[in-house]
């Protein structure tokens, strides 16, 4: 049994991910092109003012499917998230335009196999960190209760397999969520990668695995082209708003990020807030606000929930998973099972609100 406070690598720590795919109606093409770039541009700034909240990243289908136009990827730590996100969109004058064909939901957690992961790269599965590659590949995925029939050193073989064939793609990055109980499929799988042609080699030879004999379903399959939100609604055509938008992650002067108010976050508080695919912690000390990286790096656990205090040196904050200590201001580890310090991030007040800033980008 798990004790009070000892971390559970089945439960703490895991992410909920939505992927909500999009299709517009053809009638938003029939409107000028004065009021398709104020809707473009209403539905950008909408959707932006969740970047804190949350990770999203926008990707382009159009062309691509005939059932879908565009896709958004979207992680938080509560599902709450993703429904306030949906209620959000479908309040502003674009939701006439918007149906969501396609929407699949579920959570990280590590896998019941031995996949070869140990330590710090296996806490990573809970975590998701999207890359830079130019595609991304989802589909549902549902095996046969047959499957699960199997005793599991069976299964484990089998998968092995599945695991070398895969590992002859490097190229790919692999995120896998588990959906049971909370949707349609058992998981969803998604592919980060530049190369469409090297994907399809992948899969032609998954599917010669002995583990495939037990899919019951893996499609519909969605391929992704990573964009900018204004870049992915450019792409259904219509008025372009890119240049008009700007870029996806919300900057002030010096390239200052507008965090959260300051009122959110009274003296004693922590709570945490995105930067593009970047989790930062944010911890209010007597008036005093400090930002650090969100995940430990011993074995990435959520620095935002760990303990404050005030060591020889100034406020402090204690890993929940591992008890591993962090010098608030300068990220340098106290004590505990690591040497390596945590990022730490600039941090000023203006107008009743906290921005952050990566320090090498400040300027004054």
Request: proline share 5%.
């Amino acid at each position: 049994m798990t004790g009070q406070g000892e971390h559970n690598p089945e439960s703490a720590g895991r992410q909920c991910v939505k992927y909500s795919f999009f299709k517009v109606d053809p009638g938003f093409r029939r409107l000028s092109h004065e009021k398709q770039a104020d809707l473009k541009l209403e539905l950008i700034g909408t959707i932006r003012s969740f970047n804190r909240r949350m990770l999203l990243r926008a990707y382009s289908l159009f062309g691509l499917r005939g059932d879908v136009d565009f896709m958004l990827w979207q992680v938080a730590e509560e599902v709450d998230a993703f429904n306030a996100l949906a209620s959000a969109i479908f309040s502003t004058s674009m939701a006439p335009y918007l149906q969501t064909p396609y929407s699949l939901l579920g959570m990280t957690r590590r896998s019941i196999y031995d996949i070869g992961l140990q330590g710090a790269e296996a806490e990573e599965r809970i975590i998701i960190q999207p890359g830079d590659g130019k595609y991304l590949f989802v589909y549902p995925f549902v095996k046969t209760r047959a499957w699960y029939a199997l005793p599991f050193e069976e299964r484990q073989r089998m998968m092995s397999e599945h695991i070398r064939v895969g590992r002859k793609y490097p190229q790919f990055k692999l995120n896998t969520i588990y959906s049971f109980g909370l949707d349609d499929q058992e998981f969803v799988v998604a592919f980060e990668g530049n190369s469409t042609s090297a994907f399809l080699d992948l899969v032609m030879e998954l599917r010669d695995t002995e583990a495939s004999r037990y899919t019951l379903r893996d499609t519909p399959t969605f391929t992704c082209i990573n964009m900018t939100l204004p870049q992915v609604l450019d792409s259904i055509g219509g008025a372009q708003v890119a240049d008009e938008a700007g870029p996806d992650v919300e900057s002030h002067e010096g390239g200052w990020l507008n965090a959260i108010a300051l009122a959110d976050l009274p003296p004693g508080s922590s709570t945490r807030v995105y930067m593009g695919s970047q989790q930062i912690a944010l911890f209010n000390v007597d008036g005093q606000v400090y930002a650090i990286n969100n995940r430990c790096p011993h074995a990435r656990g959520p620095l935002c929930e760990g303990r404050l205090h005030i060591n020889g040196s100034g406020p402090a904050v204690t890993c929940p998973w591992h008890k591993a200590d962090f010098d608030l201001a300068t990220g340098s580890v106290i004590e505990g099972p690591i040497s390596a310090p945590v990022r730490t991030y600039a941090v000023k007040i203006e107008d009743g609100h906290v921005y952050v800033a990566e320090q090498a980008e400040v300027t004054a």
